[in-house]
């Protein structure tokens, strides 16, 4: 199995495990911070980019979370879940920037992004990275947004 890697920086990596759609390797490139505060601004700007389910896919795909010649569609409960990620990372984002706690929207983003089912890996040299033990598009790319969640609000 050829793995799927996510790189993030400061030298974070994580790995998917293959999916339904066969063997690639792709990496998310976007720094943590972008990424998430992309994903969190997807309805700021008056028409929400992941409206529908087809939408969702295509911003995915353009922020290099799904494969881009890959024929993946959310299912319906997968788009609620992106929908409910989302906007929990929105009101941890906007909890954080006015500096109070918001355990309710801590919550709400933790359980969302369980759904990366997340493992530490070590390579034969020794090196520890991330990986998600799911075989499923929608856990790797919930995989890669948890790393840039993690790699961004640790700071």
Same mark, same amino acid.
């Given at each position: 199995?050829?793995?799927? %890697?996510?790189?993030?920086?400061?030298?974070?990596?994580? /790995?998917?495990?293959?999916?339904a759609l066969g063997r690639y390797d792709r990496s *998310?490139?976007?720094?943590?911070?972008? +990424?998430?505060?992309?994903?969190? =601004? /997807?309805? %700021?700007?008056?028409? =929400? +980019?992941?409206?529908? &389910? #087809? @939408?969702?896919?295509?911003? $995915?795909? !353009?922020?290099?979370? +799904?494969?881009?010649d890959a024929d993946t569609n959310l299912t319906g409960?997968?788009?609620? !879940?992106? $929908? &409910?990620? &989302? #906007?929990? +990372? %929105? @009101?941890?984002?906007?909890? %954080?920037?006015?500096?109070?706690? =918001? !355990?309710?929207?801590?919550?709400? $983003?933790?359980?969302?992004?369980? =759904?990366?089912?997340? *493992?530490v890996t070590v390579d034969p040299t020794g090196a !520890?990275?991330?990986?998600?033990?799911?075989?499923?598009?929608?856990?790797? $790319? *919930?995989?890669?947004?948890?790393?840039?969640?993690?790699? /961004?609000?640790?700071?």
């Amino acid at each position: 199995m050829r793995p799927e %890697r996510h790189t993030m920086p400061e030298g974070n990596t994580i /790995t998917a495990a293959e999916s339904a759609l066969g063997r690639y390797d792709r990496s *998310v490139t976007t720094p943590a911070q972008s +990424l998430i505060q992309s994903l969190a =601004d /997807t309805a %700021r700007s008056g028409a =929400d +980019l992941l409206a529908s &389910r #087809d @939408d969702a896919a295509d911003w $995915l795909r !353009a922020a290099g979370l +799904l494969p881009a010649d890959a024929d993946t569609n959310l299912t319906g409960s997968e788009h609620g !879940a992106l $929908l &409910r990620l &989302r #906007d929990a +990372l %929105r @009101d941890v984002l906007a909890a %954080r920037g006015e500096r109070r706690a =918001d !355990a309710d929207a801590a919550a709400r $983003l933790t359980r969302a992004l369980a =759904d990366g089912r997340l *493992v530490v890996t070590v390579d034969p040299t020794g090196a !520890a990275g991330l990986a998600s033990s799911a075989r499923a598009t929608y856990s790797n $790319l *919930v995989a890669a947004i948890a790393i840039a969640v993690a790699e /961004t609000l640790r700071k």
